[in-house]
């Protein structure tokens, strides 16, 4: 049993070092393409004020809608008051955005959290992979992940709900089966894991086509 434990412990910093690896690259990406496109904005400031020296200002409409749709690509669509729930958050909203997967977050963290970044980077990593894949299952039209985050009395409520193809998922042992294949099932494991040392609930629950993982963490920082 020592043995099987150590392999496990193994197996799940692999994977744990992997899953931060994927996750800050991610958030890296976001940065960078916001740091390109503040970059250039004295060129875009410069274009428009020559379209308008020429009195073109159809041109100066255009150019604006071109940016308007630029910035959505990188704009923080989620300010939750936390640095690190929002990276993540927002690097995977762009995420599944670009997979034609429609996000509605409503998020909130109004206090000091004592959760270090790591434990918070592997639960809403998670999380929003685990709803990402799901979703893809379905045709675009109806695809849908939502997401809510607020506090409740001392502690941190997080919610995440998408749809599903099948009405409602099948339980192995007390657990949801994962549809990811072999080692994926590790993410889920090290999300319960961190939730039950820092002395949280977490509960998920399947009908009507919609998977739905609740989860309460106490917060000491209030």
Request: hydrophobic share 40%; with cysteine.
């Amino acid at each position: 049993m020592r043995l099987f434990d150590r392999l496990l412990d193994r197996r799940l910093a692999a994977y744990q070092r992997e899953l931060i690896e994927i996750h800050y690259a991610e958030v890296e990406n976001m940065y960078r393409q916001m740091r390109g496109w503040r970059h250039d904005l004295r060129s875009h400031i410069q274009t428009m004020k020559a379209h308008a020296a020429n009195g073109d200002w159809e041109a100066v409409n255009a150019y604006l809608d071109n940016l308007e749709t630029d910035l959505s690509t990188v704009d923080m669509v989620v300010k939750t008051g936390n640095p690190m729930a929002d990276a993540i958050l927002n690097s995977k909203i762009s995420l599944a955005r670009a997979k034609c997967i429609p996000v509605r977050a409503d998020a909130n963290i109004p206090v000091t959290l004592n959760i270090s970044e790591l434990d918070l980077c592997v639960i809403l990593g998670n999380l929003f992979d685990n709803a990402i894949e799901a979703s893809l299952t379905l045709p675009e039209a109806e695809r849908l992940i939502r997401i809510y985050i607020d506090m409740k009395g001392s502690q941190l409520y997080i919610s995440f709900t998408n749809f599903t193809a099948s009405k409602k998922q099948r339980k192995f042992s007390g657990r949801f089966l994962t549809t990811k294949g072999d080692g994926h099932g590790f993410g889920l494991v090290r999300m319960d894991a961190i939730v039950k040392r820092l002395g949280g609930y977490l509960t998920r629950n399947s009908e009507d086509g919609a998977f739905t993982t609740e989860i309460l963490l106490p917060i000491a920082d209030i």
